[in-house]
């Protein structure tokens, strides 16, 4: 496989931080971004930024504009009630679940274009297909968001040979998902017999489908959205 540059954001732990080790794996020399800090592990280096903050962006563009995969996984969700989500809790969620990614993707993808290759994978969630089931009405607006972004990206940057794709994962063990059992008790003990699959992912099954979008294996999948919940919802 040909080693090329990849650029995952939300890289601390969890999905991040299964997909840069899957990248890595693949060969790919991997540049992690979170806004906490972190160990390098398998990353060639890493980045830390406020992904809410424009001027990081432009930051972390001019540092790796020579990024032929990106990955926008970073999020953030604010477990509140509807009544209860404050205006600075709601832009925050939009800035770094939405807007990033937007422009990430703008910045790093013009690079991909001039070269004629690239892949950009955007992690959605199973909550832009059902709204979210638990309090998390601003994070899913998002995630669907995502997949219109992905679609939009799709079309305008596949004649130069950039694939742009989204994954929607559901029901993965990471800390997010432990979170939200904390804020709605038996959360967990609900969603499981909803699966067909009956238990939760590791988030490497979710990384391995980001490897393969981020591969040359990949190169006629692009505006799609892949649901890896375990037949939790099937679109």
């Known amino acids: 496989m040909t080693q090329r540059t990849a650029l995952v954001t939300g890289t601390a732990q969890g999905i991040g931080r299964a997909i840069a080790e899957a990248l890595a794996a693949?060969?790919?020399?991997v540049i992690g971004v979170d806004v906490r800090d972190q160990d390098t592990g398998s990353m060639s280096r890493t980045i830390r930024a406020d992904l809410a903050e424009p001027?990081?962006?432009?930051?972390?563009?001019?540092?790796?504009?020579?990024a032929d995969i990106l990955v926008n996984n970073a999020a953030i969700l604010v477990e509140k009630p509807i009544e209860d989500m404050t205006i600075v809790e709601f832009d925050r969620t939009i800035a770094v679940n939405l807007r990033a990614p937007f422009l990430l993707s703008r910045a790093i993808g013009a690079g991909m274009k001039e070269r004629g290759w690239g892949r950009i994978v955007n992690i959605s969630s199973v909550g832009a297909?059902?709204?979210?089931?638990?309090?998390?009405?601003?994070?899913?607006?998002t995630k669907a968001g995502l997949i219109a972004l992905t679609k939009n990206f799709a079309r305008n940057y596949g004649p130069f040979g950039v694939t742009v794709n989204a994954v929607a994962p559901g029901a993965i063990e990471t800390p997010m998902a432990l979170a939200q059992a904390e804020v709605t008790p038996?959360?967990?003990?609900?969603?499981?017999?909803?699966?067909?699959?009956?238990?939760?992912?590791?988030?490497?099954?979710?990384?391995?489908?980001?490897?393969?979008?981020?591969?040359?294996?990949?190169?006629f999948v692009t505006g799609a959205t892949v649901d890896v919940n375990g037949g939790w919802f099937m679109y």
């Open 129 to 141: 297909r059902t709204g979210a089931v638990s309090q998390a009405a601003v994070y899913a607006a």
């Open 26 to 29: 693949d060969g790919h020399r």
């Open 186 to 219: 038996g959360l967990r003990e609900s969603l499981t017999p909803q699966i067909p699959l009956r238990r939760f992912a590791q988030p490497a099954e979710l990384a391995a489908v980001v490897a393969f979008l981020a591969s040359d294996a990949a190169s």
């Open 55 to 66: 001027a990081a962006i432009e930051a972390i563009a001019g540092e790796v504009e020579d």
